[in-house]
C-alpha cells in the first residue's frame, strides 16, 4: 500500500513565478491537509480538504495561495506570485473516513530565488 | 487556543543514554497526542500516540503517557541509539477532523 506521495520533491522558482505542488493521498484517503515547515520552525496548517471541497482554509494566507482536491487525481496547492518568504517545505497528510491519524508525504521543498 | 509546548533543542546524547523530552500541552477536552519524528531530509512519521487519560503509546522502545493532570506527554527512551537522531515534534489534534498542532521541534544528535 503506497504512502503518501508529493511531487516534484524539489522545486527551484524566481520571484514572480507559480508554484504548483501536487499531493496523491494513500489509497481509500479521502482526507488531504496541507501544512507547512518554514526553516527551523514546526509545522503549521495551511488547509484542509475532502474531495471538492476544502473544509478548513485557516491557515491559508489571504493571497496567492490556494488548493484544490478534485474529484479525480492529486490535490494541488497552488502559489501565484512567489516571494522569497515563501521559501519552505510543503507538507501533505491524509488520511481515512474514520481515522484519527495522518499521515505525512515527504514534502516539496520549494526555493524561491 | 490550543498550543503545543516542548522542549528546545539540540539535545546531545551519548550512545545508550535515557532519553527524555519534554512536552506540554493546552487544550479545551480531550485532544488526541501525538509524537512525530523527521529524520533528515525525509517527511514526518507517527512514532507514536495516545487518545485518552493515562494511554501510554509506545513504539521502537519509544514510550510517552497521555497526563491529563500534569497536561503532560513526555517522550522517553531508556537506551538510545545513532539510529534514533532526528527532529522530533510533539502534536495534538482536537478531534479526528482538526488540524494537527505541532511544537517546535527537538533536534536530538546521538554520538557513538
Known amino acids: 500500500n503506497a504512502g503518501v506521495m508529493q511531487n516534484p520533491r524539489h522545486l527551484v522558482r524566481r520571484r514572480g513565478q507559480e508554484a504548483r505542488l501536487r499531493c496523491s493521498p494513500m489509497?481509500?484517503?479521502?482526507?488531504v491537509y496541507w501544512y507547512r515547515q518554514l526553516p527551523e520552525e514546526g509545522l503549521k496548517f495551511m488547509v484542509y480538504?475532502?474531495?471538492?471541497?476544502?473544509?478548513?482554509e485557516s491557515g491559508m494566507p489571504k493571497e496567492r495561495f490556494s488548493a484544490e482536491f478534485p474529484k479525480e487525481g492529486p490535490s494541488i496547492l497552488r502559489i501565484q506570485q512567489v516571494v522569497r518568504g515563501d521559501s519552505a517545505a510543503y507538507f501533505c497528510?491524509?488520511?481515512?473516513?474514520?481515522?484519527?491519524?495522518?499521515?505525512f508525504g515527504p514534502g516539496t521543498r520549494l526555493t524561491v530565488l | 487556543g490550543n498550543s503545543v509546548t516542548q522542549m528546545e533543542g539540540p539535545v546531545t546524547l551519548s550512545e545508550e543514554a535515557f532519553l527524555t523530552i519534554n512536552c506540554t500541552y493546552t487544550a479545551t477536552g480531550y485532544p488526541s497526542l501525538f509524537w512525530y519524528v523527521q529524520y533528515p531530509g525525509e517527511g514526518l512519521q507517527l512514532l507514536l500516540k495516545?487518545?485518552?487519560?493515562?494511554d501510554k503509546g509506545s513504539n521502537k522502545g519509544f514510550e510517552a503517557t497521555y497526563r491529563k493532570e500534569t497536561t503532560s506527554f513526555h517522550l522517553e527512551k531508556g537506551s538510545v541509539q545513532v539510529s534514533d537522531s532526528a527532529v522530533y515534534f510533539c502534536a495534538l489534534s482536537a478531534n479526528r477532523d482538526d488540524k494537527i498542532i505541532f511544537g517546535k521541534g527537538t533536534r536530538l544528535h546521538i554520538l557513538p
Open positions: 489509497k481509500g484517503h479521502s482526507h
Open positions: 480538504l475532502q474531495k471538492e471541497n476544502i473544509i478548513d
Open positions: 495516545a487518545t485518552k487519560a493515562d
Open positions: 497528510a491524509s488520511r481515512g473516513p474514520s481515522a484519527d491519524t495522518q499521515y
